[in-house]
């Protein structure tokens, strides 16, 4: 009843950037957190960065400085500036939503289908 889709992803060099963008549709009466979530080849999936309806963001340690997230309520999407990419970035990268549906107002969680981001030479 909810989908996410993703976009943005690709191969960029050693300190570049990218940019990626995931959108919600369907049933949707409110989406609290979106978020991006990561998972590098043979490893578990990681946060990267979340926010709130009301803009309050929370950041993977590691990522803070490099990773801006934002959000458009209006819209349902939710974007990820990523900068001076480098290559332990390299991972697939999962667009997440928490919210509730119209009508019944039960809640959902949603994940995107992932897109791959390449950071290499």
């Known amino acids: 009843q909810v989908q996410l889709v993703e976009s943005g992803g690709g191969l960029v060099q050693p300190g570049g950037s990218l940019r990626l963008s995931c959108a919600a549709s369907g049933s949707i009466f409110g989406i609290v957190p979106m978020g991006w979530y990561r998972q590098a080849p043979g490893k578990e999936r990681e946060l990267v960065a979340t926010?709130?309806?009301?803009?309050?963001?929370n950041y993977a340690d590691s990522l803070k400085g490099r990773f801006t997230i934002s959000r458009d309520n209006a819209k349902n999407t939710v974007s990820l500036q990523m900068n001076s990419l480098k290559p332990e970035d390299t991972a697939v990268y999962y667009c997440?939503?928490?919210?509730?549906?119209?009508?019944?107002?039960?809640?959902?969680?949603?994940w995107g289908q992932g897109t791959l981001v390449t950071v290499s030479s």
């Open positions: 926010i709130t309806s009301g803009g309050v963001t």
């Open positions: 997440n939503a928490r919210g509730a549906l119209t009508g019944t107002y039960k809640t959902f969680e949603a």
